[in-house]
């Protein structure tokens, strides 16, 4: 199939979306975030509806963008697999929040230096996840490796179904253990520092072993997420988009559902049916249809899927002894 953008032609593209992100992500820092504070949940849901906006309005512009230039059915269709990838992305979010609530009670990072933690780490999930989809619009094009992805998926879906829960236990993780080999930790917090000097040494704080610890988590989750989108659209630009909409909104959604997440405790079987499902668009459900699973049925079976197990996350309500998990 023939990619409507490559990157040679749309180079300005990506050059001026990530300048965008950037200058986004300077005045979120810079301005509005300068002091480190408490973000409170209006604020948080004032953030979300921005960049659920934004991502909306983008999504307007690449439809008719793409429908001045490839014509109206190719400007929906693309516009649809932006909407598609965006929500799918955006629901595989949650488990991040999942793991956010536990590193920092862990940790015992007060809320108002959470932000700072988020705003880093979510700095670099953009960087890593440039990465994974260059590196995956090149190996998409390998049908080996496009059904290699869609199993893992199934077999990703399938274990969340079944598996029990195990607790996150960062100072087990062997990528930790091995940066305290070659740099000390201070034991309590140094304020909003990730590192300090005492007595000529340099220091990590726990502050940094919480930002490298969801650095390494968000590098797991977009080995699930990213084959996911290319499941549902082969143009690495919607892939590229619709991934930073989702990313740059997670930390408003973190700070706005981080109370009630644990509520949502179906959430995770519904995720697990929708990577299930786009393992299964990737061996056999586009094949079976001509090369391309309608993208409209994708789409509506996606929302549908996460809108009903929320919907039943709210009308069977978890016992209160549940205690929040990942």
Same mark, same amino acid.
């Given at each position: ?140 094009? *390998?049908?080996?490796?496009? =059904?290699?992805?869609? $199993?893992? &998926? #199934? @077999?990703? +879906?399938? !274990? /969340?179904?079944?598996?029990? %829960? ?97 509520? *949502?405790?179906?959430?995770? =079987?519904?995720?697990? $049916?929708? &990577? #299930? @499902?786009? +393992?299964? !668009? /990737?061996?056999?459900?586009? %094949? ?39």
């Amino acid at each position: 199939m023939e990619i409507l953008f490559p990157f040679a032609d749309y180079w300005w593209f990506y050059m001026t979306f990530t300048l965008f992100v950037l200058l986004m992500l300077a005045l979120d820092l810079g301005v509005f975030h300068r002091t480190a504070h408490e973000v409170s949940f209006k604020e948080a849901t004032i953030w979300s509806a921005v960049w659920v906006i934004l991502a909306l309005l983008f999504n307007v512009v690449l439809y008719y963008y793409a429908s001045s230039k490839f014509g109206a059915e190719i400007g929906r269709e693309v516009s649809l697999e932006f909407l598609a990838g965006y929500i799918v992305e955006k629901s595989l979010s949650v488990d991040n929040i999942f793991v956010f609530v536990v590193v920092f009670s862990y940790f015992a990072i007060p809320a108002k230096y959470q932000h700072r933690v988020l705003f880093y780490g979510i700095l670099g999930a953009l960087v890593f996840r440039a990465l994974f989809i260059s590196a995956g619009a090149w190996l998409m094009q *390998f049908k080996i490796v496009v =059904y290699f992805f869609g $199993v893992l &998926l #199934i @077999f990703t +879906g399938i !274990k /969340m179904i079944l598996s029990l %829960e195990k607790e996150i236990e960062p100072e087990k993780n062997p990528v930790i253990k091995l940066f305290r080999r070659f740099v000390p930790v201070t034991s309590r917090l140094e304020g909003q520092n990730f590192f300090i000097r005492k007595d000529g040494k340099i220091f990590a704080t726990p502050l940094f072993i919480a930002l490298l610890f969801l650095e390494l988590t968000d590098i797991i989750f977009a080995i699930d997420s990213v084959p996911a989108i290319f499941a549902l659209t082969k143009e690495p630009m919607i892939v590229y988009t619709s991934n930073i909409f989702a990313i740059l909104g997670l930390r408003a959604m973190y700070f706005m559902l981080a109370g009630v997440i644990n509520k *949502f405790h179906y959430l995770k =079987y519904g995720l697990a $049916v929708v &990577l #299930i @499902f786009v +393992g299964l !668009k /990737m061996v056999w459900l586009n %094949e079976a249809f001509g090369g391309k699973f309608p993208i409209s049925w994708s789409l509506g079976f996606i929302a549908t899927v996460v809108f009903v197990s929320i919907l039943f996350s709210l009308i069977f309500p978890a016992r209160e002894s549940a205690t929040l998990k990942k």
